[in-house]
C-alpha cells in the first residue's frame, strides 16, 4: 500500500523584529495500519495541531509513531503530547543534542530529558523507516537533519522540513541558518531538490518541481494578528 501524507499545520517563515514565531511544517502520515507524525511543533502551534487532529476524528492517542527532522524548539517541543510514543530521529542529531554548540540558540538543553525513557529508533544513512517511506540526511541546518521521501502518483514527494524552508531557498540555492560547521545545507538543499516533484518545506507552503528544475508554488503565507 502507497503511505499517503496530510500537512496538519503548514509552516510559515513570518517572523517580527527580534525573532520569529516558529510555524513550523506538521505532516500526519499513513503507512499501511501506522499513523506518524513528521515533526511536532512546539507551544505556537499546540492548539492547531490539537485541532487538525480532532478534525480527521483523531487524538494524539492515536498517534503510533514521531518522526524529528531534527532538534530544534520549533519542531520538538509538543513531544510531552505523545508521552508513550517511539520516536524517531538520526544517531547523528541524537548524540548532537547531548551537547549542542554553545552559540545553537534553538536546540533546547531539555530536550534529552523529553526523550528520555522513550522507545528510540536512531537512523543512519538512508533508511526506510516505515513501508514507502524512506528517510535521509539532509545536514546542515542541523547537524544530524533527516527529510523524508516518499511516492505519490505525481512523483517523488520530499517532506523536506528545515533541510528546504522556504522559496527563497528553493530558488536562490543559499540556505539560511545554519548551525553545522561543515556548511552541508547547500548540497542537502539540492538534493531535496533533485529527489521531489512535490516538495514539503519546514515554513512555506508545497513547492512543486518541474523536469527542468523550475520552481512553482499556488500557496501564500497567512497570519491573521488579533490584539488583544
Avoid at 530544534?72 to 544517531?91: A, G, I, K, M, Y
Wanted: hydrophobic share 40%; with cysteine.
Amino acid at each position: 500500500m502507497v503511505p499517503q501524507y496530510e500537512i496538519l499545520v503548514e509552516g510559515s517563515s513570518v517572523a517580527f523584529q527580534g525573532g520569529f514565531f516558529g510555524i513550523s511544517t506538521i505532516v500526519l502520515i499513513r503507512s499501511g495500519a501506522t499513523l506518524a507524525l513528521f515533526d511536532c511543533g512546539h507551544g505556537v502551534t499546540r492548539k492547531l495541531l490539537l485541532d487538525a487532529l480532532q478534525h480527521r476524528g483523531l487524538a494524539p492517542k492515536d498517534i503510533d509513531l514521531v518522526i524529528l527532522s531534527h532538534g530544534h524548539f520549533d519542531h520538538v517541543l509538543n513531544l510531552d503530547l505523545f508521552p508513550e510514543v517511539p520516536v524517531v530521529l538520526s544517531r547523528d542529531e541524537y548524540d548532537y543534542i547531548q551537547a549542542p554548540f554553545e552559540s545553537d540558540w534553538v536546540t533546547p538543553r531539555l530536550l534529552p530529558m523529553l526523550l528520555e525513557g522513550r522507545e528510540l529508533r536512531l537512523t543512519a544513512g538512508e533508511e526506510e523507516i516505515l513501508p514507502g517511506v524512506t528517510a535521509f540526511p539532509t545536514p546542515g541546518h542541523a547537524p544530524g537533519h533527516i527529510s523524508l521521501e516518499l511516492p505519490s502518483p505525481e512523483g517523488p514527494v520530499v517532506l523536506a522540513a528545515d533541510a528546504l524552508k522556504t522559496a527563497r531557498e528553493a530558488s536562490t540555492g543559499i540556505p539560511d541558518l545554519e548551525f553545522d560547521p561543515e556548511k552541508r545545507g547547500k548540497k542537502s538543499l539540492q538534493d531535496v531538490l533533485r529527489r521531489g516533484r512535490i516538495i514539503v518545506p519546514g515554513h512555506f507552503p508545497t513547492i512543486r518541481t518541474d523536469e527542468d528544475g523550475r520552481i512553482s508554488w499556488t500557496g501564500i503565507q497567512e497570519m491573521p494578528l488579533l490584539f488583544r
